[in-house]
């Protein structure tokens, strides 16, 4: 393939995640505590942030941020149960464990797969600070691409790679090979970074105009480069037999092939591991997005019951104004209806006393629909007292409450083993043995 049908191939694949893209983003802010950011239109036809309309409409944008905790919840307990297996500690991954920090590395990971429900690895054997080994990153997904697949073991996937920001210099080091007319190359390929006239192919192509964009300069001045990997067929011509390679290409924003080769692993694949959670009809849909409306209405409640309580009367004196004595002023009344033995004279006969009024909130039904959720976000995430370390109140004993839990960690048995069976790949390819 040529380097430009295969920038226009890799465009493509990475353009077709821009929903995913999307999703995840406002997962991410749902987990992190920006609950209020959907873009919504309020009753003059303007759309603005929830929180923003909240705020005009004279209401608190309140959370009470429960995804947080279920995500923290569900790490922990992998981290408890890798440790319990041995997961890192075995002869055989030990040394990858200790290079790599995997035990760190796979549980931010698995907080990735939770929020988006994409797990991505890219391992690679070469020279670093940290020494010379097979070396395992995470993959940030807004700067991965790859062909729409459906099949959960990746066997359909032909087209994968990433958006690399490099500095000059690592630049160099990477592509140049210590040519110095190489080098003179890439400065002027990237010099004009900021020029039009240098993405005649990214306008070609019709790339978007934003940060996270295929062809956007790097963060910080950075130099962008596309790694792009294609499964390709090849014709020998000696013994008319076809043969099948994956071919690696990394690709200035321009259209120029900074390096290209054939896969040097002993696993002749791509580098990459990737698991899609659960990849129905080739559709992600992540562990967070299923607790997402009940969040949504859980903070809707708890505004609820805040613009009642701050609305409601509390406490509310009403005073007859017939009632009141001479030379007696309104603020003497508030200071001494305000005391714990206080005395207010009064006038008249009696007929009309004065009376304090309290609203009687709990009335509303709100605190029992708010009940109601967090039981339902209990109930659907599969996250309840025993996996957050409560007792119910009806176990008895460790073993009891022991039980509890390995019966509660059923709900997520489908989550950790799909994360479990991605380790499996990731550690196959990273020891050279798939």
């Known amino acids: 393939?040529?380097?430009?049908?295969?920038?226009?191939?890799?465009?493509?694949?990475?353009?077709?995640?821009?929903?995913?893209?999307?999703?995840?983003?406002?997962?991410?802010?749902?987990?992190?505590?920006?609950?209020?950011?959907?873009?919504?239109?309020?009753?003059h036809g303007r759309y603005m942030r929830e929180d923003r309309m909240l705020e005009e409409s004279g209401s608190k944008p309140l959370s009470n941020n429960l995804i947080r905790q279920l995500v923290k919840t569900v790490v922990g307990r992998y981290r408890t149960q890798a440790a319990e297996a041995g997961l890192y500690t075995g002869a055989d991954v030990a040394p990858l464990a200790r290079l790599n920090s995997l035990a760190e590395l796979d549980s931010r990971?698995?907080?990735?797969?939770?929020?988006?429900?994409?797990?991505?690895?890219?391992?690679?054997?070469?020279?670093?600070?940290?020494g010379c080994g097979v070396w395992v990153d995470n993959v940030d997904p807004r700067k991965f691409f790859v062909n729409a697949f459906s099949d959960p073991r990746g066997f359909d996937?032909?087209?994968?790679?990433?958006?690399?920001?490099?500095?000059?210099?690592?630049?160099?080091?990477?592509?140049?090979?210590?040519?110095?007319?190489?080098a003179a190359e890439f400065?002027?390929?990237?010099?004009?970074?900021?020029d039009e006239a240098a993405f005649g192919l990214a306008r070609e192509l019709g790339a978007a105009d934003d940060s996270d964009d295929f062809f956007a300069p790097g963060r910080e001045g950075r130099c962008r480069v596309i790694?792009?990997?294609?499964f390709d067929c090849r014709d020998d011509g000696d013994t008319a037999d076809m043969d099948f390679v994956w071919h690696c290409r990394f690709i200035a924003p321009d259209g120029t092939v900074l390096r290209e080769y054939d896969s040097p692993y002993a696993h002749r694949s791509h580098p990459?591991?990737?698991?899609?959670?659960?990849?129905?009809?080739?559709?992600?849909?992540?562990?967070?997005?299923?607790?997402i409306d009940q969040q949504r209405y859980i903070n809707r409640l708890i505004v609820m019951i805040d613009k009642?309580?701050?609305?409601?009367?509390?406490?509310?004196?009403?005073?007859?104004?017939?009632?009141?004595?001479?030379?007696?002023?309104?603020?003497?009344?508030?200071?001494r209806w305000a005391q714990s033995d206080g005395?207010?004279?009064?006038?008249?006969?009696?007929?009309?006393?004065?009376?304090?009024?309290?609203?009687?909130?709990?009335?509303?039904?709100?605190?029992?629909?708010?009940?109601?959720?967090?039981?339902?976000?209990?109930?659907?995430?599969?996250?309840?007292?025993?996996?957050?370390?409560?007792?119910?109140?009806?176990?008895?004993?460790?073993?009891?409450?022991?039980?509890?839990?390995?019966?509660?960690?059923?709900?997520?048995?489908?989550?950790?083993?799909?994360?479990?069976?991605f380790i499996e790949s990731r550690n196959r390819k990273a020891l050279q043995k798939e």
């Not at 797990?119 to 670093?128: L, N």
């Not at 400065?187 to 970074?193: A, D, K, L, N, Q």
């Not at 899609?276 to 080739?282: H, I, K, S």
């Open 187 to 194: 400065r002027h390929i990237y010099s004009g970074i900021a």
């Open 227 to 230: 790694e792009v990997w294609t």
């Open 308 to 335: 009642i309580m701050t609305t409601s009367a509390k406490g509310v004196l009403l005073f007859p104004a017939d009632q009141m004595v001479d030379n007696f002023s309104w603020d003497e009344i508030t200071a």
């Open 272 to 291: 990459f591991a990737v698991k899609f959670y659960p990849l129905t009809d080739g559709e992600v849909h992540s562990f967070v997005e299923d607790v």
């Open 109 to 130: 990971l698995l907080e990735e797969f939770l929020i988006s429900g994409c797990a991505i690895q890219r391992i690679v054997e070469e020279r670093r600070h940290g």
């Open 1 to 43: 393939m040529k380097a430009k049908s295969v920038l226009e191939a890799a465009y493509k694949a990475w353009n077709g995640a821009a929903r995913l893209r999307s999703r995840r983003k406002r997962y991410k802010n749902y987990t992190y505590g920006d609950q209020w950011c959907d873009i919504v239109r309020d009753s």
């Open 157 to 182: 996937i032909d087209l994968i790679g990433m958006l690399h920001d490099f500095t000059f210099p690592e630049l160099v080091n990477r592509f140049a090979c210590g040519s110095r007319e190489r």
């Open 343 to 421: 005395v207010i004279p009064i006038s008249g006969n009696g007929q009309h006393l004065p009376q304090q009024v309290m609203t009687n909130t709990a009335s509303t039904g709100a605190y029992q629909l708010l009940q109601l959720q967090m039981k339902l976000f209990e109930d659907i995430s599969g996250v309840g007292d025993a996996l957050l370390g409560r007792s119910s109140g009806t176990a008895r004993g460790v073993e009891m409450f022991d039980t509890q839990v390995r019966n509660a960690t059923i709900a997520l048995a489908d989550i950790f083993d799909s994360f479990t069976s």
